[in-house]
């Protein structure tokens, strides 16, 4: 079964608002989730670690200001892109680490108009 | 330099053949984990096999397995037997040390030919 639970799949939002991705942890309780973004045509990269209870760590030219994460409980990381830009257009996907096994999201994808 | 290469942007493979994806990795670290990833285009990052830097064994996980080559650094994944739902991306990935974060490879399009 899953291990994580992604939400939603797909938004479109109009340029200047926000939107907010859930990451859910299903089987087990995730301290640590990480969030990557995903260009067309390009592979995966990190943009940030969310820490549960604590402030989340973003990888060097993320801006955290405008990718607030929050993860307030052991089971939940929220991503959410604010004042949104259609640069941001991108698949986002987070993912946690049960043992020595990576798994992912679903992944969300973001389409700014 | 970089982390994770995979040098096969593309390959179009004859289905019942078995194909061998490359990935070389770099790293300094004593321990490591080595990921492969399979992503279809509804996006979604279906776990497929790990080895451990320590391992002994080469990873085996039903038609997936890893020819994984310390001294080369290198950890090619074999798919034997290849279907056609076998098509889509293929992403090489590592973890360095005990942190679980992943660095990943540009990926290989699989293309099955029926």
């Known amino acids: 079964g899953a291990v994580v639970s992604q939400h939603p799949s797909w938004v479109i939002c109009k340029s200047g608002t926000s939107v907010k991705i859930e990451c859910r942890s299903l089987?087990?309780?995730?301290?640590?989730m990480f969030w990557y973004r995903q260009f067309p045509k390009q592979s995966l990269m990190l943009m940030a670690t969310?820490?549960?209870?604590?402030?989340?760590?973003?990888e060097q030219g993320v801006e955290k200001d405008k990718f607030l994460i929050n993860h307030a409980s052991l089971t939940l990381s929220t991503l959410t892109v604010t004042s949104a830009h259609p640069e941001d257009s991108s698949f986002y996907i987070c993912?946690?680490?049960?043992?020595?096994?990576?798994?992912f999201g679903e992944g969300s994808w973001l389409t700014v108009v | 330099a970089q982390k994770i290469t995979q040098t096969q942007p593309g390959m179009f493979v004859q289905e019942k053949e078995a194909v061998t994806l490359d990935c070389t990795y770099d790293?300094?670290?004593?321990?490591?984990?080595l990921f492969w990833y399979k992503q279809p285009s509804s996006g979604e990052m279906i776990f497929l096999i790990y080895?451990?830097?320590?391992?002994?064994q080469n990873a085996t996980e039903g038609r997936y397995s890893l020819n994984f080559q310390k001294a080369r650094k290198s950890t090619n994944l074999v798919i034997s037997a290849s279907q056609l739902g076998d098509s889509a991306m293929y992403f090489c990935?590592?973890?360095?040390?005990?942190?679980?974060?992943?660095?990943f490879g540009t990926g290989t399009r699989l293309t099955i030919i029926p």
């Open positions: 993912s946690v680490a049960p043992g020595n096994t990576i798994y």
């Open positions: 089987d087990f309780q995730a301290t640590t």
């Open positions: 969310s820490n549960e209870g604590s402030k989340a760590t973003y």
């Open positions: 790293t300094s670290d004593q321990s490591y984990g």
């Open positions: 080895q451990g830097s320590y391992d002994e």
């Open positions: 990935a590592m973890r360095e040390g005990t942190n679980e974060k992943l660095t």
